[in-house]
């Protein structure tokens, strides 16, 4: 095992590198020798995690058939088969990425909510296969692009959260150091933290050239968010799960009959479905012609309907949130507070006049925690976990482990303890007051911003810009009650379209290339 944690330590440590050299300026390094070696670095970072992952056994027994001369030649020959196959189809990407960038920018669209459960770990889990293959293709297209000539070196520009990033990625991916679940630990790095901050690279860099690339991205997540929300109606009126048998038997004895559609966990198909509520909006807000309004408007309604079945409260506050802030773009901050200062108190209070369920949980801290299904439980114990290593953590991935020997095996028993489900707590106790800072800076930092980005260009990519912050909020408001904040693509993904937008303003607008010549 020894030599298992220093190959994942090895790992880390290439991949925290090659982050750094991908978002930070270095002295005396053009920024594509600069990108290139970072790229590198931090695959073969990944690479070295990834093969940590190997189970034991299986390592032991290809090892013991390799000591026989047929079965080191039955090894090699499908080791080989396996990597002309991978390169084959990165190839085959990576050319159709090249000659139709809109069409990868629709692939990826269409990849960002497919999760496939995979054995890992000693469990399954439920991970982004296709997107990691059709990011991989984007990647490979542009550095191969660059390599020829089609892209210059000022299609490779920086944005204002480039050394945020690295900070906070950098430094979760050190932790490894230190943690105490390495396995764990290199889960989390291989399948999130190192390709999603590549992944945003990407999505920036291949924006200026694929046409109408925000409509492209809008329109598939609204008509797919539609077609999930179509499946959870049909779940909910068959009774029919699939995906998850625990879900499955929690509704024989709930209340609430919960639906999952293409998801896991109801959660996550209820924060797929804000997204595609507040886009649906924004879009509306862009286009308000009759046609636009009633589509909108249609999908919108079918879109409330899956959300309201899936009953996640915390994707309905993601949407209320979402709508306050494109509220307040359009029609000013006087009136958006006043009327949801209305609306708030009117529905709060017939609301809690009219169901003692309600008021009782809003006075009894017992009933709250029932109703939170034992959020307040796992929050609380992320604060213990972290008094035990308050400065730097307990590392990546340690969470549940850590959670798991400070709880009785009653307590265990109730919660879910994979997550706090707060990203903030969670954050805290896995790295330390460093890491929370961190974090914070990151979150500030993607807030400002694309909120200073949205006041230039004109007023569609103002707008646009404004609406996407209006997604990202959302999902951070989602991630309070839920986590997986810098886990979900989506987030990179909106996070990269708006500074794209932004970037692609700035060049066109005269005035702002003066300001930052000046």
Known sequence: MTGIHLTRDVGAILGAAGIIALFVPLPRMQPTV??????????????????SLVPASTAHRLAHRAHTVVGAAEIAIGAIMVLVLVLIVLGAGTWATMRWPRIWLI???????????????????????PLYLIGACGVLGFVWGRLRGRFSADDEPGTLL????????????????????TKDAAI??????????????????????????????????????????????????????????????????????????????????????????????????????TRTLVVGAAVVVVMSGGLLVSFSRSSCLAVMVGVVLLAWRAFGAKRTLAVGGIAFVVLAGGAIASSHNIRHALTSTHRASTVSEGRFGLMR????????????????????????????????????????????????????????????????????????GSRHGTGDQRWAQWGLLAIVTGIFVHSQLYADLFEDPMLWMAMAAALAIGLLAQRTDPASTDRRSA
């Open 162 to 181: 480039d050394i945020p990033i690295a900070a906070f990625v950098a430094f979760t991916l050190v932790s490894v150091l230190w943690t105490i679940d």
């Open 188 to 289: 989390q790095i291989v399948f999130f933290y190192l390709p999603f901050p590549v992944l945003f690279l990407a999505v920036v860099a291949w924006w200026p050239f694929i046409g109408k690339a925000l409509p492209t991205l809008a329109g598939v997540t609204i008509v797919l968010a539609t077609a999930i929300s179509i499946l959870a109606l049909v779940q909910y009126e068959t009774q029919w799960i699939f995906w998850n048998a625990k879900l499955q038997q929690d509704d024989i004895y709930s209340q609430f009959f919960r639906v999952n559609g293409i998801f896991y966990d109801p959660n996550i198909m209820g924060r797929y479905l804000a997204i595609g509520i507040l886009a649906a909006l924004a879009w509306i807000w862009i286009r308000p012609d």
């Open 34 to 51: 600069r990108r290139g070696l970072g790229l590198a670095v931090a695959a073969a970072g990944w690479i070295v995690l990834a093969c």
């Open 107 to 129: 692939a990826l669209a269409v990849a960002l909510p497919l999760r496939i459960p995979v054995p890992i770990g000693g469990a399954s889990r439920n991970l982004l296969l």
């Open 381 to 452: 114990g992320g604060i213990r976990i972290w008094k035990i290593e308050p400065v730097a953590g307990s590392g990546v991935g340690s969470f549940q482990t850590r959670f798991t020997a400070t709880e009785s095996a009653n307590q265990i028993a109730h919660k879910q303890v994979s997550i706090s489900h707060n990203a903030p707590i969670t954050v805290l106790a896995e790295l330390g007051v460093i890491g929370a800072a961190l974090f914070v800076w990151l979150c500030v930092a993607t807030w400002i911003g694309i909120a200073r």
